[in-house]
Each structure stands twice: as C-alpha cells, then as structure tokens.
C-alpha cells in the first residue's frame, strides 16, 4: 500500500526529493510513524529518519545534517530531502509504517517497494 516515488538520478552535490504515499488510505500520517530506510548495494538496511503521527521527526545522527522529513495530512504523503548528495548516498530508499515506536528496521509492520536512487554524474 506504501509506494515510494523520486527522480532515480540524481547529481552529486544536489537536492535528492522522494515521496511517500499510501494509495490504500488506510494508513494514516495522523496515526503512524512513518520512517524512511536505505539499502546501499551490497550493504543492509540503514535508519534514515521518521515522522511521528504528532509531526515530530527524529534522524539517524550521521544524516541529520542533511536530511529532513516532512508530510502533508490532507495528501497522507510524507517526504524525504536530502541535500549535498554523495555517490555514497546512492541505495534503495523504503519508506516504512508502524503503529509503534519500532528501532528495529527490519520489524516495521508496513513498507513500500523502494524506490532506486542513484548518485552520479
């Protein structure tokens, strides 16, 4: 029901923008946390941030400085910027839902497909 949506190239050094939207409706921005994740190819799943169902956000410390997440409720979309992008940055990007307050990435109860986004030149 989650499906992630973004540019898939992106250049080093811009802007990466991705969207998060449920197309079933059921699952509220007003009532989940909604978390962002990464895979890196090769490497597993990383914690990028969240937004909880009251708006506020959290970030894995090594990204704080770049990433922000945001939603609008009347779309029940949440996005994810990440700016000074780095061929480092290039993975797979869920986004991902719970009820709860989940730390483990792996035991969120709703994700998306992914979507690809590749760093480079």
């Known amino acids: 029901q989650l499906r992630e949506s973004g540019p898939g190239l992106v250049k080093p050094s811009q802007t990466l923008s991705l969207t998060c939207t449920d197309s079933g409706g059921s699952i509220s921005t007003q009532y989940y946390f909604w978390n962002w994740i990464r895979q890196p190819p090769g490497k597993g799943l990383e914690w990028v941030g969240r937004i909880s169902y009251s708006g506020g956000t959290s970030y894995n410390p090594s990204l704080k400085s770049r990433a922000s997440i945001s939603r609008d409720n009347a779309k029940n979309t949440v996005y994810l910027h990440m700016n000074s992008l780095k061929p480092e940055d290039t993975a797979v990007y869920y986004c991902?839902?719970?009820?709860?307050?989940?730390?483990?990435?792996?035991?969120?109860?709703?994700w998306g497909q992914g979507t690809q986004v590749t760093v480079s030149s």
């Open positions: 991902a839902a719970d009820r709860r307050l989940v730390f483990r990435v792996d035991e969120y109860d709703y």
